[in-house]
């Protein structure tokens, strides 16, 4: 193997850590305490995973966490007076809705209903649309998570072919947007593109954020490509990425593992947005 190994972890330990100092000086400066206002609606097992560890890093790094947690079965009215009251709410400065939502509830409408200035997920369509423009607001959290571990890894994004595999809102759309706004040189592919792997072959930096257990295999990796494997596919063996890391890790010049990659990256840049929520909103009166 000889790839070099990205380390996520340790580097959303360095942004956890870069964030916890900045908070110290905004409650220095602006007299009050950044908060994060966590939505989980239900009982899903790994919801309430991810909500728990964004609970703890978030007060782990200066700021207050803020939680609700309606029954399962909440009207979409009812979540939607949630949202409004926590969007007129002073004290929040990030609300994230906890997604999925149960089948009666219309994710679009809800996450429509927050204030983009609170948008800490990046989803509203004012947010998404600020991305698209070139003028970024909040930027959703893996996306943003992605560009910090290029960075760390002093990737040059300037004319190089980045190929992104998916185009989810979430993931795969906004890590597109934020290459071509680097200037790299961008192919995003789906489920009907023609050929995967000989697109992906053409990448200095391949993301693949699909859902599919090991789908991009040597072939579909350059010499010295770097990957970066947004996948989190739940087997029996455990968790595996979208790339199989083992024949990827023969060609490329830096992978990202799952877990321990890409995944620890997406709540660092949560507290970040939250306390660039914060700041906004004091600036802005
Ligand atoms: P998603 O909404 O299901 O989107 C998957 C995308 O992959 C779609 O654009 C789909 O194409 C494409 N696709 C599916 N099968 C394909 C195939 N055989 N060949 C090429 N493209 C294919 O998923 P997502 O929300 O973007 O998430 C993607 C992965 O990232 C999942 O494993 C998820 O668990 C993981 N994830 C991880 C984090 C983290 O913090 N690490 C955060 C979010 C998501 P079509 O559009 O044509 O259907």
């Given at each position: 193997m000889a790839a070099r190994i990205i380390d996520g972890k340790a580097v959303a330990a360095a942004v956890r850590e870069r964030v916890k100092v900045d908070v110290a000086a905004y409650v220095e400066e602006a007299g009050r305490v950044p908060g994060?206002?966590?939505?989980?609606?239900?009982?899903?097992?790994?919801?309430?995973?991810?909500?728990?560890?964004?609970?703890?890093?978030?007060e782990d790094v200066g700021m207050r966490s803020i939680h609700h947690e309606p029954e399962a079965s909440i009207r979409e009215e009812e979540l939607l007076e949630l949202v409004r009251e926590l969007n007129e709410d002073d004290d929040v400065d990030g609300i994230l809705v906890q997604l999925p939502l149960p089948a009666q509830i219309s994710e679009n409408a809800i996450v429509a209903a927050i204030d983009p200035r609170k948008d800490v997920?990046?989803?509203?369509?004012?947010?998404?649309?600020?991305?698209a423009h070139g003028d970024p607001g909040l930027v959703p959290c893996t996306p943003s998570g992605v560009m910090e571990l290029l960075a760390h890894e002093g990737v040059g994004l300037e004319g190089a072919e980045a190929v992104v595999v998916g185009r989810s809102k979430l993931v795969g759309v906004p890590v597109a947007r934020l290459l071509l706004q680097a200037n790299a040189t961008v192919t995003?592919?789906?489920s009907r593109t023609r050929d995967l792997d000989a697109t992906c072959r053409r990448?200095?930096?391949?993301?693949?954020?699909?859902?599919?257990?090991?789908?991009l295999g040597?072939?579909?990796?350059?010499?010295?490509?770097?990957?970066?494997d947004v996948g989190v596919n739940r087997l029996e063996e455990g968790l595996v990425g979208d790339v199989d890391y083992e024949a990827a890790a023969e060609v490329a010049a830096a992978i990202t593992p799952v877990p321990g990659g890409v995944g620890p990256m997406t709540i660092a840049m949560l507290?970040?947005?939250t306390l660039q929520a914060a700041r906004m909103r004091t600036t802005s009166g």
């Open positions: 994060l206002a966590t939505v989980l609606v239900g009982e899903d097992p790994a919801s309430q995973v991810y909500v728990g560890m964004k609970r703890r890093n978030t997920d990046g989803l509203t369509p004012i947010n998404a649309g600020l991305l995003v592919c789906h990448a200095d930096v391949l993301v693949a954020a699909v859902g599919v257990p090991r789908l040597k072939e579909a990796v350059k010499e010295g490509a770097i990957v970066i507290l970040d947005n």
